[in-house]
């Protein structure tokens, strides 16, 4: 596996392989690479030939209270796991190399930035659509992917992406989820073993909005009430938003006619965790499974 540094030197490498025909895969990622960063390169593999994941902890996505200089940066173990996967190139940027001296672009994707994670955060998003521009101005890539699991973040950058005409193909993979149903994050480890005992209490509040879904209601207020409700039953738990909202603009809906995402943050201490669920009424359901029975056989090939 390539180890580059260089912004240059990686644009150059991507550059000669596109010219003969290769397809560039990319993962971008902030490193402490766990389960679900693992599964995500591993979709990467199966979609590309040459794949590049790139390991930078950006800070221009963190508040000035955030957890920047205590991020965790195993780099030998990050390493080590790229190798694992067949990743080609792990590129790792400096902060100088990203950020020289008189750099003052910002990229702003405005409305799908300002709710949710954007109220909490309020440079985040800016932070990641600058970044990821010009990781993408780097690594040149045909395909990106990016986890579900930051539900926010996938929506915008396919906005972002549409938006700016940059002909990369972006691929949103499933959130990876302990066995018990809390989303791997590579801030999990800040949590006490108290606060890991209960930190599942989020998806299952989401599961439990969910399932008032499944059972044909389409009222907001008492899906949320439903998620509230679970969330209540831990007393450290404390709610940044439950939100039930338009999957792509990430509006919040007044009703779930047909598909909709649930939101969820919360605070264990000084921990945050975020979750979603992507949720689709009875009738929509239903609806799809008509239209694949009425619809013909797709040939095998094309
Ligand atoms: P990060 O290093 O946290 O910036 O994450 C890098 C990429 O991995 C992002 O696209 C995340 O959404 C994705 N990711 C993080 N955790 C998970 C998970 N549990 N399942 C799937 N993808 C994830």
């Given at each position: 596996?390539?180890?580059?540094h260089s912004?240059h030197?990686?644009?150059?490498w991507?550059?000669?392989?596109?010219?003969?025909?290769?397809?560039?895969g990319?993962?971008p990622t902030?490193?402490a690479?766990?389960?679900?960063h693992r599964?995500?390169i591993r979709?990467?593999?199966?979609?590309?030939?040459?794949?590049?994941v790139?390991i930078f902890?950006?800070?221009?996505?963190f508040?000035?209270a955030?957890?920047l200089?205590q991020y965790?940066?195993?780099?030998?173990n990050?390493?080590?796991l790229c190798r694992e996967?067949?990743?080609d190139?792990?590129f790792?940027p400096?902060v100088a190399?990203?950020?020289p001296?008189g750099?003052q672009?910002?990229?702003?994707?405005?409305?799908?930035?300002?709710?949710?994670?954007?109220?909490?955060?309020?440079h985040h998003?800016?932070?990641?659509?600058?970044v990821?521009?010009k990781?993408?101005?780097m690594?040149?890539?045909?395909?990106?992917?990016?986890?579900?699991?930051?539900?926010?973040q996938?929506a915008?950058?396919?906005?972002?992406?549409?938006?700016?005409?940059?002909?990369?193909e972006?691929i949103?993979y499933?959130?990876?989820?302990?066995?018990?149903?809390?989303?791997?994050s590579?801030?999990?480890?800040?949590?006490?073993?108290?606060?890991?005992a209960?930190?599942?209490t989020?998806?299952k509040?989401?599961r439990a909005g969910?399932?008032v879904?499944r059972k044909?209601?389409?009222d907001?207020q008492a899906?949320?009430?439903?998620?509230?409700t679970t969330?209540?039953?831990?007393?450290?738990?404390?709610?940044d938003y439950?939100?039930?909202c338009?999957?792509?603009?990430?509006d919040p809906?007044?009703s779930?006619?047909?598909r909709?995402?649930?939101?969820?943050a919360?605070?264990?201490?000084?921990v945050?965790?975020i979750?979603?669920?992507v949720?689709?009424?009875?009738?929509?359901?239903?609806?799809?499974r008509v239209?694949r029975?009425?619809?013909?056989?797709?040939?095998a090939?094309s």
């Amino acid at each position: 596996m390539k180890i580059v540094h260089s912004p240059h030197m990686m644009t150059a490498w991507s550059l000669r392989l596109r010219r003969e025909g290769v397809t560039v895969g990319f993962v971008p990622t902030m490193g402490a690479l766990h389960d679900g960063h693992r599964a995500l390169i591993r979709a990467a593999r199966l979609r590309c030939d040459a794949l590049v994941v790139s390991i930078f902890v950006n800070p221009t996505q963190f508040g000035p209270a955030e957890d920047l200089t205590q991020y965790p940066r195993p780099l030998a173990n990050d390493r080590r796991l790229c190798r694992e996967e067949g990743v080609d190139l792990c590129f790792e940027p400096s902060v100088a190399a990203m950020y020289p001296e008189g750099f003052q672009t910002t990229i702003a994707v405005p409305a799908i930035a300002r709710r949710w994670e954007g109220e909490v955060r309020p440079h985040h998003f800016a932070g990641v659509a600058t970044v990821v521009t010009k990781l993408f101005g780097m690594v040149r890539p045909d395909i990106a992917l990016f986890g579900q699991k930051d539900y926010q973040q996938a929506a915008l950058i396919r906005r972002l992406v549409q938006d700016l005409n940059m002909g990369v193909e972006i691929i949103v993979y499933p959130t990876v989820r302990e066995k018990d149903g809390l989303a791997m994050s590579s801030r999990n480890v800040y949590l006490s073993p108290e606060q890991r005992a209960i930190a599942a209490t989020l998806y299952k509040s989401l599961r439990a909005g969910a399932e008032v879904v499944r059972k044909g209601t389409t009222d907001v207020q008492a899906i949320q009430s439903a998620m509230a409700t679970t969330i209540e039953q831990t007393s450290i738990l404390t709610v940044d938003y439950l939100a039930v909202c338009d999957p792509l603009s990430l509006d919040p809906l007044s009703s779930v006619v047909s598909r909709a995402v649930l939101l969820g943050a919360v605070r264990l201490g000084s921990v945050r965790l975020i979750d979603n669920l992507v949720v689709v009424a009875p009738r929509t359901r239903m609806e799809q499974r008509v239209g694949r029975r009425h619809s013909p056989a797709r040939p095998a090939s094309s």
